[in-house]
T-cell receptor, first 111, second 117 residues
Framework: RKEVEQDPGPFNVPEGATVAFNCTYSNSASQSFFWYRQDCRKEPKLLMSVYSSGNEDGRFTAQLNRASQYISLLIRDSKLSDSATYLCVVIRSYNTDKLIFGTGTRLQVFP | NAGVTQTPKFRVLKTGQSMTLLCAQDMNHEYMYWYRQDPGMGLRLIHYSVGEGTTAKGEVPDGYNVSRLKKQNFLLGLESAAPSQTSVYFC????????????????FGAGTRLSVL
């Protein structure tokens, strides 16, 4: 079993739709969580950090569920420009120097 | 503010040739990383460095060597390229130290597309 697992998708949604992705992690000692966005043939870029209390940034909301060991990303009012691959990232402990990347969930928003 | 810069952007090698990929960051970050990204595999850590003069192996280090002679630069070398090393290579850096919540956030370069024939 991979340490970080994501549904590869693609998720095909119309503009204006709400879409949610989940990411599960296997190591219960994981401490820090992030969502990165990667556009086709581009580098990954930080979308948002995921805090224990949840995190909201405009149309994007990230949640952490420690009991079930997953994080989620909710995108409201999808835009064409949201089309990308969303990478779930986990750090095992606060002081570790390595991030564990999921393979990503591809989102395609159509007109 | 350039962030993380990788050179070259593209390269084609023949099997057995050698090359060096250069990564430079201007954010005064302590930690630097080299990843490769292959379809369906996600990002895999090759080597990383937690400071000038230090290097460590990641998940897939075989066939690669690295050096961190200066804090701002992290070099990835392929001594004898093989077709299995055809991939997209990303360099990243992070603050790494201190108590800031964002110390582990990694910032990536634009990548190097390498083909080994």
């Amino acid at each position: 079993r991979k340490e970080v697992e994501q549904d590869p998708g693609p998720f095909n949604v119309p503009e204006g739709a709400t879409v949610a992705f989940n990411c599960t992690y296997s190591n219960s000692a994981s401490q820090s969580f992030f969502w990165y966005r990667q556009d086709c043939r581009k580098e990954p870029k930080l979308l948002m950090s995921v805090y224990s209390s949840g995190n909201e940034d405009g149309r994007f909301t990230a949640q952490l569920n420690r009991a079930s060991q997953y994080i989620s990303l909710l995108i409201r009012d999808s835009k064409l420009s949201d089309s990308a691959t969303y990478l779930c990232v986990v750090i095992r402990s606060y002081n570790t120097d390595k991030l564990i990347f999921g393979t990503g969930t591809r989102l395609q928003v159509f007109p | 503010n350039a962030g993380v810069t990788q050179t070259p952007k593209f390269r084609v090698l023949k099997t057995g040739q050698s090359m060096t990929l250069l990564c430079a960051q201007d954010m005064n970050h302590e930690y630097m990383y080299w990843y490769r990204q292959d379809p369906g595999m996600g990002l895999r850590l090759i080597h990383y460095s937690v400071g000038e003069g230090t290097t460590a192996k990641g998940e897939v280090p075989d066939g690669y060597n690295v050096s961190r002679l200066k804090k701002q630069n992290f070099l990835l070398g392929l001594e004898s390229a093989a077709p299995s090393q055809t991939s997209v290579y990303f360099c990243a850096s992070s603050l790494g130290e201190g108590n800031r919540l964002d110390k582990n956030i990694q910032y990536f370069g634009a990548g190097t597309r390498l083909s080994v024939l």
